[in-house]
């Protein structure tokens, strides 16, 4: 069986995110990029279904400029066997690629390379938006299994079982395969990549692709108006007593 993994390029998660002058977006130039941490988590459970022997064959892919092979490389050195990058640079910030794209392109590139499995991170940590995953699985009308803590295959029945974080506790879904999962933080702990893994990935085939190749509709039905920083919190106060402090949730704060 085949997995297919979708990775992302994004700001590094310990960089501070700046605001553009313009409000068109956050600066990325001169800026640390890496792979999205739940996309990490999502090639690491891969790689660990295919040592398992659920897999025989880790894929991974990506939507972005040119510099996003850099992320593919990152998954490759972490132990995919091969990549595909569909190469897209949005010319107008204002209107960036929508998750619906992206599951449509993703819906493409599994038609093409017809995966048993789909892992996706059920979230980018730049845009929040945590809707890739599920509107892939509805234009391939495939089971889907988000939020998953913990997965098992199996090969002979074709069938996956996913323990999903729910609010009430967890919740644990047998899916038919092929399907779509995305993952959780707690599903694993992704490993670092070694050095001769890293040389032995600038050897790894990566297929190149455009969306127009994949006749794949990419325009967005939402514009940007502007991205502005959060307010600045307020400098906490100290209190002398518990009266004063009742007195403040209650006349300015009034939550009592």
Same mark, same amino acid.
């Given at each position: 069986?085949?997995?297919? +993994?979708? *990775?992302?390029? #994004? #700001?590094?998660?310990?960089?501070? +995110?700046?605001? %553009?002058?313009?409000?068109?977006?956050?600066?990325?130039?001169? *800026? %640390?990029?890496?792979?999205?941490?739940?996309?990490?988590?999502?090639?690491e459970e891969a790689l660990r279904l295919r040592e398992a022997g659920a897999a025989a064959e880790v894929v991974a892919a990506t939507i972005g400029p040119a510099q996003s092979a850099d992320t593919l490389r990152t998954a490759l050195a972490m132990g995919a066997d091969r990549a595909v990058h569909v190469l897209h640079d949005s010319p107008d910030p204002a209107r960036p690629l929508l998750p619906l794209s992206v599951a449509k392109i993703l819906r493409a590139v599994a038609l093409q390379e017809k995966p048993g499995l789909v892992i996706l991170g059920k979230q980018a940590i730049d845009d929040d938006c945590n809707q890739t995953g599920q509107m892939l699985a509805g234009l391939l009308q495939w089971p889907q299994g988000t939020f998953a803590s913990?997965?098992?295959? !199996? %090969?002979?029945?074709?069938?996956?079982? #996913? !323990?999903?974080?729910?609010?009430?506790?967890?919740?644990?879904?047998?899916?038919?395969?092929?399907?779509?999962?995305?993952?959780?933080? @707690?599903?694993?702990?992704? @490993?670092?990549?070694?050095?001769?893994?890293?040389?032995?990935?600038?050897?790894?085939?990566?297929?190149?692709?455009?969306?127009?190749?994949?006749?794949? !509709?990419?325009?967005?039905?939402?514009? +940007?108006?502007? +991205?502005?920083?959060?307010?600045?919190? %307020?400098?906490?106060?100290?209190?002398?007593? #518990? !009266?004063?402090?009742l007195d403040k949730l209650k006349n300015e704060a009034h939550v009592l």
């Open positions: 069986m085949k997995i297919l +993994v979708a *990775v992302k390029r #994004v #700001v590094d998660y310990a960089v501070k +995110v700046r605001v %553009k002058p313009d409000r068109t977006g956050v600066e990325t130039a001169n *800026v %640390k990029m890496s792979m999205n941490p739940f996309c990490e988590i999502a090639v913990k997965v098992v295959l !199996d %090969k002979e029945k074709q069938k996956a079982t #996913v !323990d999903r974080e729910v609010d009430g506790g967890i919740e644990t879904i047998c899916l038919d395969l092929p399907a779509v999962i995305t993952t959780d933080l @707690r599903l694993n702990q992704p @490993r670092y990549a070694t050095l001769p893994n890293i040389m032995k990935a600038k050897s790894k085939v990566i297929k190149k692709v455009t969306p127009e190749e994949l006749n794949v !509709d990419i325009r967005s039905d939402m514009e +940007v108006i502007q +991205v502005t920083e959060p307010p600045k919190r %307020k400098a906490g106060v100290i209190l002398s007593s #518990v !009266d004063e402090l």
